[in-house]
């Protein structure tokens, strides 16, 4: 007498839901990269448009814009200030429709420095929770060449 198999053991259930499982954690963490990746990378786009902007501030002004305060940290008010002053507050770096803090669009508050007879523009991470920026998160640097700094401080 033969008894033939009309289904699947356990066993084999098992196994591939472990398979499947395996491939989704894969794929989770390869989407969490892609978007980090395209976050910094429209963060660098947007840096380039703040250098054009305040190159054009500066034909008009006889000096490169700059943050009012003499320390250059990443805040919210920082990111509307170079909204206001130098992007015509075209809500690039800042999302006006978020009702609870202000959500950066791409991520990163950015702030102005001077540096001497130019400027450098940096980037900081924001805290998903809080709204502040993220001192353990990632930190850009441009200068007004629009060349890439890379100090100690550059955490990507």
Do not use: H, W
Request: charged share 20%.
């Amino acid at each position: 007498m033969t008894t033939r198999s009309s289904g699947f053991t356990l066993i084999e259930l098992l196994v591939v839901v472990a398979v499947l499982g395996i491939i989704s954690a894969i794929g989770t963490v390869t989407y969490q990269g892609y978007i980090s990746g395209t976050k910094k990378k429209s963060t660098f786009n947007l840096m380039r448009q703040i250098i054009l902007a305040n190159t054009e501030y500066y034909s008009s002004n006889q000096m490169y814009y700059k943050e009012s305060s003499t320390s250059c940290n990443p805040s919210i008010s920082s990111s509307e200030e170079i909204e206001e002053k130098l992007l015509d507050d075209q809500n690039l770096i800042l999302d006006p429709n978020n009702p609870g803090f202000k959500k950066a669009n791409t991520g990163y508050l950015l702030c102005v420095a001077n540096d001497n007879s130019n400027f450098i523009i940096i980037a900081q991470e924001q805290n998903k929770k809080t709204g502040a920026r993220d001192n353990d998160g990632c930190k850009i640097t441009l200068t007004a060449g629009n060349l890439k700094d890379d100090d100690a401080n550059q955490k990507c």
